[in-house]
């Protein structure tokens, strides 16, 4: 079965980098939209950044662009995010997502559309 295992997260000084890693397993890693969101405890899950396996294009949410960077490697069927110039607000529960799409991602990045989910990594930026 589909299998997403996030890793990388930790505790961070703000101004500081982490870099998550989700492994994903029991699919080809083609026609998915991949993504990263985040959620705060009592808070919505917020959708931080995407990306097409069989493209380059990605998303990012206003709150990372800039900052963040989401990006794949095909071969090893693995999604990465790069956190730089973290803030205390990043601090958060950071999961991994994917959709099956044979065309794309949509623009909006939505939590509803994703029904295959990671256990998530927490990130805490401290200031």
């Known amino acids: 079965q589909v299998q997403l295992v996030e890793s990388g997260g930790g505790s961070v000084q703000a101004g500081g980098s982490l870099r998550l890693s989700c492994a994903t397993s029991?699919?080809?890693?083609?026609?998915?939209?991949m993504a990263w969101f985040r959620q705060v405890s009592g808070k919505e899950r917020e959708g931080v950044a995407q990306i097409y396996t069989d493209s380059s294009n990605t998303y990012y949410s206003d709150s990372v662009k800039g900052r963040f960077t989401i990006s794949q490697d095909n071969a090893k069927n693995t999604l990465y995010l790069q956190m730089n110039s973290l803030k205390p607000e990043d601090t958060a529960m950071y999961y991994c997502?994917?959709?099956?799409?044979?065309?794309?991602?949509?623009?909006?990045?939505?939590?509803?559309?994703?029904?295959?989910w990671g256990q998530g990594t927490q990130v805490t930026v401290s200031s």
């Open positions: 997502a994917a959709h099956y799409s044979a065309w794309g991602c949509s623009a909006h990045l939505e939590s509803v559309r994703y029904n295959y």
């Open positions: 029991g699919y080809s890693y083609s026609f998915y939209c």
